[in-house]
């Protein structure tokens, strides 16, 4: 028996926003299994997980950024790093942690600019 989902539940089954989830409808990488009466979208969990679209999308990495904004705070880096990876482990996504050292409106870090970058190539699924 097939198990239906919700987007909001599909979505965090996927490790994705909803928004995402309906960008992929749009864009007709994903089609919702069931719609209720009420227009409502329902999600097979056999579907979800054998779509190879979305799979081709979740082998790409996922991407975590931590910044400070000063020396003083190296510290604070490394907590935030190692949370950052704790969280990305946990989910078992594939993953690397980006960071930078500079003020939040110094746009010139090479952190961010990697970041940017692999955003604009799609070289990121998260």
């Known amino acids: 028996m097939s198990k239906f989902l919700s987007i909001q539940q599909a979505a965090l089954f996927l ?24 227009g409502q979208h329902r999600y097979d969990v056999s579907q979800l997980t054998s779509s190879s679209s979305l799979n081709q999308i979740n082998k790409r990495p996922t991407i975590a950024y931590a910044r400070i904004s ?14 950052l990876e704790l969280y ?3 989910r078992g996504w594939t993953y690397s942690v980006l960071t930078d050292l500079g003020s939040g409106i110094n746009y010139q870090k090479r952190g961010l600019k990697r970041l940017l970058e692999q955003i604009m190539n799609a070289e990121i699924g998260r």
């Open 88 to 90: 990305c482990a946990a």
């Open 15 to 38: 490790g994705v926003s909803t928004q995402t989830l309906r960008c992929w409808e749009r864009n007709k990488k994903i089609d919702p299994s069931h719609r209720t009466k009420g």
């Open 70 to 83: 000063s020396h003083d705070q190296k510290e604070d880096l490394q907590r935030q790093f190692q949370m």
